[in-house]
Structure formats: C-alpha cells, structure tokens
C-alpha cells in the first residue's frame, strides 16, 4: 500500500480536501486529531506538556487550554520545538501503526493528513506528498474567521510553518483552493484517478 501525506499551511484547505478522498473510499487519518488525544489529561505526554509549560497553558478543569498553548508557541520558536518534540513522536507512531492495520489489497493508497509534514522532516515517510495551496490573503482571511484571532497573530501562526511556495515546489501533487469547491474538488478527483491507476 502507498503511503499518501497531505499537507500545507494552515487553513489551506486539508480537512475539506481529506474529506474529499475519504468520500471517494480512501481511508484517511488527522495528525490533528492523533495530537489532541495525545495529549489526553492524565497521558504521559500531557504529564510532559504540563512539565514543560507549567499551569499556564490548563484550563480551570485541569485540561490542556489549544488557545492558550498556541499563544505561547506561536510567540517562542523554541517553546514550539520544545512541544512539538514531545508530541510528534507519539503521533508518528500512532500514523505507523495505522498505516499497517490497512488492508493492501482493497485499499492501494492511503493518506495521513499531517500539517507539519515538511516542517517536522517526515517527508521521506511517504511514497507520495499531497499539498493543498491557496493565496496568501486567502489564507490570513480563513485562519482569522477559524480560530478568532487578529490579522497579526494570523500572520504569525502562517509565518511559522514553512513558506507555501516551498511545500508547492516539494510536492507530488498540488491541489489548489482558492477557487470554487466545485474546482477545488474536481482536482482531488484528478489525483484521485491518478493514484488509483499508478
């Protein structure tokens, strides 16, 4: 089976892109989602968050607060290295073990919907990278309207990750979704077909 990565910027469009190919039967996983339960109250990963950052980044009920976290991360490149090295690890172990559960012979791709794909050098983990792409005032207007933040701390979470123009260059396939849905899924069709067939 082909290990497919889907990646990007942030709010270039991977979730509706993933849940595209899922649409069409492809089985598919959310690095997002593997990190959040990673980091599950009580984990000991959660555990090595909280040591790191301390009660500052807990809600009242003693759980991880995403917002206040990302504020401090977003703000301290090495405070975002310190947490990505304790999550990433446990998030490329539970990608593996998902990948080898699959069945082969009914599925001859899969994808990994990994946002830091490029940033975090796992690259060489797939057989084929899928980047999803969109203009940069596109993207500052989605993070903005997503995750309720001004256009300065957009423009910081953006300035964190890779320049899209590079994870284009990089890229097997480009799915661009500036335009239309009706485009933007005409396009996962294409590498759909195009995966299916190689």
């Known amino acids: 089976m082909r290990r ?44 090595a968050v909280k040591a790191r950052f301390g009660p ?28 990505e090295a304790i999550i990433h690890p446990e998030v490329v172990e539970a990608i593996d073990r998902w990948f080898s559960s699959l069945d082969a012979q009914t599925h001859p791709f899969a994808i990994a919907d990994v946002p830091l794909l490029y940033e975090a050098h796992r690259e060489r983990d797939y057989d084929v990278v899928i980047v999803t792409a969109c203009e940069l005032p596109t993207q500052i207007r ?35 979704t500036d335009g239309l849905l009706a485009t933007t899924n005409a396009q996962v069709h294409e590498v759909y077909k195009r995966l299916s067939s190689a």
């Open 4 to 47: 497919v990565g889907l990646t990007g910027g942030i709010a270039t469009g991977k979730s509706h892109v993933r849940a595209v190919f899922e649409a069409l039967g492809v089985p598919t996983i959310d690095a997002d989602v593997l990190a959040h339960q990673a980091v599950a109250p009580g984990s000991a990963t959660f555990e």
């Open 56 to 83: 500052a980044v807990l809600d009242s009920a003693g759980a991880l607060d995403r917002r206040k976290l990302g504020s401090v991360v977003f703000a301290d490149p090495q405070a975002r290295k310190d947490l």
């Open 142 to 176: 989605r993070v903005m309207a997503r995750d309720g933040i001004s256009e300065a701390e957009a423009q910081q979470r953006i300035a964190a990750q890779l320049p899209i123009e590079e994870k284009v260059r990089r890229a097997d396939h480009v799915i661009r």
